[in-house]
Every structure is written in structure tokens, then in C-alpha cells.
């Protein structure tokens, strides 16, 4: 054999072992640790019985050398908790190398099971990296919330109480002659598309420490202003006297939506409420008697108040804004159709947009709108001037910030102290429970300027 092959075949030998030492180059180092997104992974509130969203942890090996995972598995043999590791669903995995400067990813799940509790539960569990005796943990944290589900229609009077919430999976009706009364703090949540419809009569008794809650099922900060997540409220001929005090709605498609027929004494009574972020109407009123004050109505993709029919409306200390952004909305916040026996009266009350016209008459006889600010153009405030009296137009009313929902009124706003007397002395209390006959004069919308 000759010099140069002999040559060549101890290079390519040492090359070959080489190549295998670096193949099993694992670091031992406990200082070259896993690194992770995060150290503790936290769902938001979770109804039982529901699943979750999905999130995710990224485990990275920051080295500059291969790191070898003896077992990667959930401390509680009967955890809540679902894992993908990397393509693979499981509870438990066996060695598992991470190249250096390289990552895995972890994709938990979470469904819980009732276990009959009014207060809420905290579930944790940990995702332990073992290294051949040495652990790194992840910490998993689960708010879980018992439910009464209402899976069918509402047949007896009854009353909701706040121990814990009531989930509506489904369309679910209050039969005629039936009553729902829902006690302070109570609270109501839907499935998608799920809807509560009455034909009796719904008495919801809020308070201002503890109004009554409806909205969608998903907890999760990610749905926190998201419309459609489930169907609304809707009122038929059948139903006559019902009332609203101190309550919130958001998140839907129609939040009050009212059918009632002519001549039926259909009457939907509302106070300090809060109704927000639905797709399509705030409140639709047709052949119905609506008493309202206190009402803060904003972000929907159609009209905050609608009426047709032999609708009759009184309102009053009530904010109406909308900047609806997710499509482009065509209707004006305030739309009224038109019939000889339909009547409005609105008074000391802000209704502000972005549309230029943010009001809609297709009459203007029975229609009074009395110190108000009103986001109108000058060709209609000429074409609707009969309805007016002491209202003023087009300046901004600064609230504090409506970007975070705070419409409350700064210092300087156009709107403080030219209210109307009377009806300030009606509605004395605003909707934080500070008093409004305590100045000059009561200020515009649902809030009193208070230093």
C-alpha cells in the first residue's frame, strides 16, 4: 500500500470518529438549561364543561451544544391539561434531544369537568423537563367556574340567583305567563348563537355594586371585545311588562330586540345599563312602549336605537357612541320609521359618531329631542329643526377616554352644567351614584362631571 493511501485512510478515520464524538456531544452542564416563552401559563376563567383556546410554550435549548431530555412529562397523573409536543398529543415523552440554538414547541389544551361548586376553583399542574435527575418546570393555571346550564325552555317561574352562573347553550324561550327574575350580580352567559327569548315577562335586579351580567361563554381576554359571540335578547307580542335595572350586555349580534304588536301594551322598562360591541342593533323597538335612563349604548355595526311601528320611546341622561370599525357601518346611531303613532322624546342625552349624520327621521312629527349634543350635518339639523330645543351640535363632548370605554366627561367638555333642570331632577342619581342636582344644572349622558 502506498504512503498517500495509507494517508487517506487515517484522515477519513479520524474524520469518522470525529463525526461521532460530536454526535453524542450532549451537554452535562447544569448551567446549559432549557429556556421557556414562559414559566407560567395561565387561561383565563374557564366555564366547566367547555373546552379551552389553545396556547403555546416554546422550550429552547440557547447552547451551543445538543441537550438531552431523559422524559418530559405532567406531574398529575389526572391532569386537566392536553399537550402536543411537537406533532405528537400525549402525557408523557422519553428522550427527546434538542439540537443547540434549536426549540420545541408545546401546544396545551385544558377541558374541565364540573364538580357541582359555586366558587371558583384553581387547577394547577406543572410540565416537568427532567435531565437525568435534574428538572426544569413549567407551571399550567386554570380558573375553573361551575355553570347551571339551561338546556331547554323555562316552563316555571323561577328566580337566577348569583352563586354561580347561568350558561345558555342553546335558543332557549320563557314561555307566556312565565317569570324570570335575575338577583343582583347575577350572571348570564351564551354559547355561540345561542339566544334567550321572552314571551313572559324578565325582571333583572341589578344594583350598582353588583349589576347583572350577559355575554358570551368565552372568558378569555382575546374575546374581551368581540361582537357575535352569541345571538341577544328578543321580546315577542306575548310579553308585556318587563325591566332591566343596573346591567351590562356585549359581545352579541342584537342585544334588545322587541316585537310587540299594536295595541298590545307591550313595555320594556331599562336603567343604568350598559350595552355594547353587537354586530348588528343596540335596541330595536317595534309596537313598544320604551322607558329609559341611564342607558350608555356603544359600537354597533347598525343603529344603537331603532323604533318603527306605533312605538313610544322616553329616554333620558343616556350616552350613545359609535366607531364601529369592523365593517363599514352604514346606518346612523339613532334610526325612527315612520308612523303617525310612533313617538320620541330624548333629553339630556349625547349621541356622537363618526358619521356625519349619526341621526335618522323619516318624520318629525311627535319627535323631541331636548338639550342634547348630536353629531349632525347642517343641512340636516335645517331639515329636522322642529325636533330640536336647546340642543347643540357637532362639538366634541371629550370624554375621558372612549378608547377604553371611559365616557365620563373631562373639565373642559362642551356638555357640564346645560342639562334640563327637570329631567335632572327626575333622574338625580347618574350612573356611578353621584347626584346631579347639586350644581347649576344636571350635565349631558349617563355621567355626571365629578372632580
Known amino acids: 500500500m502506498s504512503k498517500s493511501h ?5 484522515v477519513l478515520l479520524l474524520a469518522f470518529c470525529y463525526a461521532c464524538e460530536k454526535g453524542n456531544d450532549f451537554s452535562l452542564d447544569r448551567n446549559s438549561s432549557l429556556s421557556f416563552s414562559v414559566d407560567t401559563l395561565s387561561f383565563d376563567t374557564l366555564l366547566t364543561g367547555n373546552g379551552s383556546t389553545t396556547k403555546q410554550i416554546k422550550i429552547y435549548n440557547r447552547s451551543t451544544k445538543e441537550i438531552h431530555i431523559s422524559r418530559i ?9 392536553r399537550i402536543n409536543l411537537n406533532g405528537e398529543q400525549g402525557k408523557e415523552w422519553i428522550d427527546v434531544d434538542l439540537a443547540e440554538n434549536d426549540s420545541l414547541f408545546a401546544f396545551v389544551e385544558v377541558a374541565l369537568n364540573p364538580a357541582n361548586e359555586d366558587a371558583p376553583r384553581l387547577l394547577k399542574d406543572q410540565l416537568v423537563f427532567d435531565r437525568d435527575g435534574e428538572q426544569q418546570k413549567v407551571v399550567f393555571e386554570t380558573w375553573a367556574q361551575d355553570v347551571y346550564r339551561i338546556t331547554g325552555n323555562i316552563s316555571n317561574t323561577q328566580t337566577w340567583t348569583a352563586n354561580r352562573p347561568y350558561l345558555i347553550v342553546d335558543s332557549t324561550y320563557l314561555n307566556q305567563g312565565v317569570t324570570l327574575t335575575i338577583e343582583e350580580g347575577g350572571r348570564v352567559y351564551f354559547k355561540k348563537g345561542a339566544a334567550l327569548h321572552i314571551k313572559g315577562e324578565i325582571n333583572v335586579l341589578g344594583s350598582f355594586e353588583k349589576p347583572v351580567y350577559f355575554g358570551s361563554e368565552r372568558q378569555e381576554k382575546l374575546y374581551d371585545q368581540v361582537p357575535a359571540q352569541w345571538g341577544g335578547i328578543y321580546f315577542y307580542e306575548e310579553s308585556k311588562n318587563n325591566k332591566f335595572s343596573h346591567f351590562i350586555l356585549e359581545n352579541g349580534s342584537n342585544a334588545l330586540h322587541f316585537q310587540g304588536a299594536s295595541s298590545q301594551n307591550n313595555s320594556l322598562e331599562l336603567e343604568y345599563g350598559i350595552i355594547r360591541n353587537f354586530n348588528q342593533t343596540g335596541i330595536y323597538i317595534s309596537n313598544t312602549l320604551l322607558r329609559a335612563h341611564d342607558l350608555l349604548i356603544s359600537n354597533c355595526g347598525e343603529e344603537c336605537l331603532s323604533m318603527d311601528g306605533e312605538s313610544k320611546c322616553e329616554l333620558y341622561h343616556s350616552t350613545f357612541y359609535n366607531t ?9 346611531i339613532l334610526k325612527i320609521s315612520e308612523n303617525p303613532l310612533l313617538s320620541l322624546t330624548i333629553g339630556n342625552s349625547i349621541i356622537w359618531g363618526i358619521k356625519n349624520d349619526e341621526i335618522e327621521l323619516t318624520q318629525t312629527d311627535n319627535i323631541q329631542l331636548v338639550n342634547s349634543l348630536i353629531k349632525l350635518s347642517d343641512s340636516k339639523q335645517n331639515e329636522y329643526t322642529s325636533v330640536f330645543s336647546e340642543c ?4 366634541n363632548p371629550l370624554f375621558s377616554d372612549a378608547e377604553v370605554s371611559d365616557f365620563t366627561l373631562q373639565v373642559n367638555s362642551s356638555c357640564i352644567n346645560i342639562g334640563n333642570v327637570e329631567y335632572g331632577n327626575l333622574f338625580p342619581i347618574d350612573s356611578r351614584g353621584n347626584r346631579r342636582n347639586e350644581d347649576n344644572a344636571p350635565d349631558l349622558g349617563t355621567y355626571e362631571y365629578a372632580e
Not at 6 to 10: E, Q, S, V
Not at 73 to 81: G, T, V
Not at 324 to 332: A, C, H, N, Q, V
Open 6 to 10: 495509507l494517508y487517506l485512510i487515517i
Open 73 to 81: 412529562y405532567l406531574e398529575d397523573e389526572n391532569s386537566p391539561y
Open 324 to 332: 364601529w370599525f369592523y365593517f363599514s357601518r352604514s346606518s346612523s
Open 392 to 395: 347643540i351640535f357637532n362639538e
